[in-house]
């Protein structure tokens, strides 16, 4: 086969030069891969033009038509016909433009790229213009301008992506993830664009860095995203950063202020402001990490490191802080002219971009009190959110009735912990295996008298417990036991069939980060043999309906999202043996009893009774031992009896 491809290798000797439109479509393979570089394009250039409102409307993910209209400069009809000519820019005149680039665009080819791979109109006015002028290019095909009549600004239209390009056509993913991506460089855009205007006044003040109007720094810019009619976000000019960042993260609370503590700094010609999220609330995934560059949002692998080291020994070192980092220097400080879509630019000086963040996100870190605050049980949150809203008297009562619900059905004997509380979702868990945190009060199975007389174990710290056996006795590490008979039972019921699952009484819905429809969308049948029933409740939202019954110790919001971070960061086509394995062995751990945990007397000899039935009891999934035993030998040797 390979020989057969190298037979056309005879055709190499005869160079041809591509027609302009083949130029185009290649280099509209690099800059637009989905409807979302449209989108991110498109939002740019208006923003470059000084726009203050920006409208997108999307239908079907994108594929059938990405619309935005804008209330920038507009362009008159001689510079709308070139503005889809290749390499035709207004942005830059000569090589030094090159390394002081205030805008957002400036190599001068998304629109020709664009119009080389679908159907685009485009309508502009100027202020002082009477009338506007239109054009239609299919694929590279171009109409001749046309007057029209149309309000100030500029729309561009762009129709059936990549429909003459059928092997990229076919790569777009479903209207929901396409949609998920396109959120994605909306929120890039939302708040790189958002806050440069917030310290604009501040910057030009210092006269560094040096921010003209109508550049990257477009102030009071209101935005809004449609999707197929309804509206997703609409964003207000005045709004502050914080109240930015929570419209379009719900699932991080910004807004309470509680979970983010900013910080700023201004020194060696570097301004850094950051909205750093506590380490309780840190991910699994650094998608929860944004950087922008005088409003652009980068990726930077030097910066990347930095707001890890500033998390050292803070969060685990295989979370992931959520941090909005925004960064404003010198445009000739750095070059953005290394990457097509300038995502990653390169700085003159990294060692201090790298040192000033670590730096000031470090000091504000340790000076900071980072207790962590209890958190409200899972149930209890949940229905706060559902419910306040609405306020009636009516749901009050509901409400009521739940949690008197809820309360009745908590164990009697153990403290309300975080992460215990999950089982209170299964009113009636009883799947004969694993640790029964059933809701049955402890007192109706065997009474605690009888229970004290008999019982030959003790848990020490509320992590250890020790226990007699027939020579000597045992110390049991809790959690890491507990793990082990949970990844036996999963492995058993997995290979068997699916995970049994419980509907959830009241659905759990969370938000996702870009892209992350897709892991979904890859991963269904795994979801599905776990037992994890999620259905989409928004573009990015996903409602939890059925949670497995062996993980009800587990918080289904916590336990999804970490295996979706989990899947998201393995590479493709992994072996779905490993894969699964990997994910069982996560799902024990999660949902394992905790150290720390205070166990009730009968959940001790469930645990031990089961330890009996387990192989390889003696180690957790990790390879950690879970028992160490002491035999009546080894203790009268100390002891000198023998
Ligand atoms: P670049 O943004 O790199 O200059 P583009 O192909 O994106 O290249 O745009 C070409 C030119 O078209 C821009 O430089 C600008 O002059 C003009 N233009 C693009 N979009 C708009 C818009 N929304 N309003 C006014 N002019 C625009
Ligand atoms: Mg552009």
Do not use: W
């Amino acid at each position: 086969m390979f020989f057969q491809q190298g037979g056309d290798r005879n055709k190499m000797g005869q160079i041809i030069t591509l027609d302009q439109n083949m130029i185009n479509m290649i280099a509209a393979g690099e800059v637009i891969e989905r409807p979302a570089s449209v989108v991110k394009e498109l939002m740019e250039n208006s923003i470059d033009v000084g726009a203050t409102k920006i409208t997108i409307s999307i239908e079907d993910g994108g594929r059938k038509l990405i619309s935005v209209t804008d209330d920038g400069c507009g362009m008159d009809a001689e510079d709308l016909a070139k503005a889809f000519e290749p390499h035709t820019t207004s942005k830059i005149k000569n090589s030094d433009d090159l390394y002081n680039i205030s805008t957002l665009g400036f190599r001068g080819e998304a629109l020709a790229s664009i119009a080389s791979v679908a159907q685009v109109k485009a309508v502009s006015r100027t202020k002082d213009s009477a009338e506007a002028s239109c054009i239609e290019i299919d694929c590279g095909n171009k109409n001749a301008v046309r007057a029209c009549s149309a309000d100030f600004g500029t729309t561009i239209q762009v129709r059936d992506i990549f429909y003459k390009l059928p092997a990229r056509r076919k790569f777009l993913k479903t209207a929901n993830t396409e949609i998920s991506h396109i959120i994605e460089q909306f929120t890039r855009i939302a708040l790189g664009c958002h806050f440069v205007g917030d310290t604009f006044q501040k910057s030009n003040e210092r006269k560094q860095p040096n921010l003209q109007s109508g550049s990257a720094a477009s102030r009071n810019l209101n935005l809004a995203l449609i999707h197929n009619g309804r509206e997703l976000y609409r964003l207000s000019g005045n709004q502050g950063l914080r109240q930015r960042i929570a419209e379009l993260f719900p699932m991080l609370s910004v807004g309470t202020y509680e979970d983010f503590i900013a910080a700023e700094s201004d020194e060696k010609g570097l301004h850094i402001s950051v909205l750093l999220g506590t380490p309780n609330c840190s991910k699994t995934t650094n998608k929860f990490q944004y950087i922008f560059l005088n409003g652009r949002f980068i990726r930077d692998k030097f910066i990347s490191h930095a707001i890890k080291e500033a998390y050292r020994g803070l969060v685990e070192p295989d979370r992931f802080p959520v941090a909005f980092l925004f960064i404003q220097m010198p445009y000739e400080d750095y070059d953005v002219n290394v990457h097509p879509t300038k995502i990653e630019v390169r700085f003159y000086n990294s060692n201090l971009v790298y040192s000033q963040v670590l730096a000031c996100l470090r000091e504000k870190l340790l000076s900071t009190n980072l207790e962590v605050r209890a958190k409200l049980p899972v149930a209890a949150s949940v229905l706060a959110k559902e419910i306040a809203p609405a306020a009636g008297r009516r749901n009050q009562n509901i409400a009521d009735a739940i949690a008197e619900f809820l309360k009745k059905h908590r164990p009697a004997q153990t403290s309300p912990q975080a992460g215990f509380t999950a089982k209170n979702y299964y009113p009636a868990a009883k799947t004969g295996t694993g640790v029964q945190y059933s809701t049955e009060p402890v007192a109706n199975r065997s009474s605690p008298q009888t229970i004290a007389e008999q019982r030959n174990f003790i848990q020490i710290h509320d992590s250890f417990i020790v226990a007699q056996t027939e020579d000597g006795f045992v110390i049991i590490d809790q959690h890491a036991l507990h793990e082990r008979i949970l990844y036996e039972h999963l492995c058993k019921r997995i290979t068997a069939g699916r995970l049994e699952s419980q509907k959830l009484l009241i659905p759990e819905s969370f938000e996702l980060a870009a892209g992350q429809v897709d892991v979904i969308e890859e991963h269904a049948e795994l979801f599905e043999k776990l037992g994890i029933e999620l259905t989409p409740f928004g573009p990015r939202t996903m409602a939890i309906q059925a949670f497995p019954t062996l993980l009800a110790n587990a918080a289904p919001t916590d336990f999804v999202q970490d295996l979706i971070g989990l899947l998201d960061h393995k590479e493709t086509g992994l072996d779905a043996e490993k894969l699964l394995d990997e994910v069982l062995n996560m799902a024990a751990c999660k949902g394992a009893i905790k150290a720390g945990q205070k166990l009730s007397d009968s959940e001790i000899e469930q645990l031990l009774a089961d330890r009996a039935y387990t192989e390889s009891a003696s180690r957790c999934p990790h390879g950690r031992p879970t028992t160490i035993r002491f035999s009546m030998t080894d203790l009268e040797k100390q002891f000198k009896r023998t």
